[in-house]
């Protein structure tokens, strides 16, 4: 959105509040706080000389919150009694909107009981899901390098890779099949590559997130030393197979409230996430095949088919069900992910 569609806007929403819409007016300023989201890092042709675009200072966003400020106090000299606040808040959210879209409780989640979906705390609108990477063979890094979005990565003995999925939607319906339709896309290029997603159980999602995280700082043009140095996670942020953003993280405490990590670190110099995945490999290793990969790859080549041919019911145990595919493979799901994997791979 450019700075005239801006002030356009500006101008609409003071009109709707003059009118007495304020509903309408409220919805033209949530719009114009989102337009100033950041934007994506853009490579230019000097690159290859060193030399590289420095991020622009937002003096437009300063302008507008100047403009709303300057509003506040005109709206106190006409004796106003609401529209004073109103103004001065609005001005105070458009100036640091981005540390307020980046403080930890607006990521806070919470589980949906019996599905994959978590809503977060504060904004019932939004909602996410976490899939986990499962590798057909040792051949890692082609099916994750390919992987874009949002990627969450935990380091340790175990390491185990993530796709974030997060949707906006008014109902627990619409958000579903909104990540169903996302994983369902993003299923099909990574199968070629021998890499499949298993969507993880809301309760269990949760569990993973609940971690006290600490930053760890790193400057945006130093990305290189996040894969020499001993970090827990690390949440992604890829587009066109480059790292537009990173944010690398140590675990405090186990118990911690869940939250989605945010990856708010740009570069200047966005690096090919296949070499990131390679040289992370390398250090730290990647999750080898499980006993779910060969369930999730029979149940991918058989798309298309019935659901009773390709999944086969061979009872419950501990409050999972045992599942069988007719090449053998049998895993143990919750009905959750049964029910989201037998949409995503249908």
Request: no cysteine; net charge positive.
């Amino acid at each position: 959105m450019g700075w005239g569609k801006r002030f356009v806007a500006i101008f609409v929403m003071l009109v709707l509040l003059d009118l007495g819409a304020w509903p309408i007016g409220l919805l033209v300023f949530f719009y114009l706080v989102y337009s100033f989201r950041r934007p994506k890092a853009k490579a230019i042709l000097a690159q290859k000389q060193e030399v590289f675009q420095k991020p622009g200072r937002p003096w437009g966003r300063y302008a507008i919150g100047a403009a709303f400020f300057l509003l506040s106090l005109i709206a106190v000299g006409s004796g106003g009694t609401y529209s004073p606040a109103v103004f001065f808040v609005a001005g105070l959210v458009i100036v640091f909107f981005p540390f307020i879209s980046r403080l930890g409780h607006l990521t806070k989640v919470v589980p949906v009981r019996d599905s994959v979906l978590l809503q977060n705390r504060y904004f019932p609108m939004s909602w996410h899901a976490l899939a986990e990477v499962k590798l057909e063979s040792q051949d890692q890094t082609r099916g994750i390098a390919s992987m874009s979005g949002k990627l969450l990565l935990f380091a340790g003995r175990a390491p185990a890779m993530f796709q974030v999925v997060s949707v906006y939607a008014l109902s627990y319906t619409g958000a579903e099949a909104s990540v169903v339709k996302k994983l369902r896309r993003e299923t099909r290029m990574l199968s070629q590559r021998g890499a499949h997603l298993l969507p993880a159980d809301s309760t269990e999602a949760a569990v993973r997130l609940s971690l006290e995280l600490e930053q760890i700082s790193i400057g945006a043009s130093d990305f290189e030393a996040v894969s020499s140095l001993p970090f827990d996670a690390v949440a992604f942020e890829v587009e066109d197979g480059r790292v537009v953003s990173h944010r690398a993280f140590n675990v405090l405490e186990l118990n911690g409230a869940a939250a989605v990590p945010s990856a708010d670190l740009r570069h200047a110099r966005e690096p090919l996430f296949a070499e990131v995945v390679q040289e992370i490999g390398e250090k730290h290793g990647w999750p080898g095949p499980d006993e779910f990969s060969p369930f999730i790859a029979a149940l991918d080549a058989s798309r298309g088919g019935p659901i009773a041919d390709r999944i086969v019911l061979k009872g419950e145990k501990e409050g999972k069900l045992l599942v069988e595919t007719p090449g053998g493979a049998l895993v143990s799901l919750t009905r959750p992910q049964l029910r989201i994997l037998a949409r995503i791979y249908s």
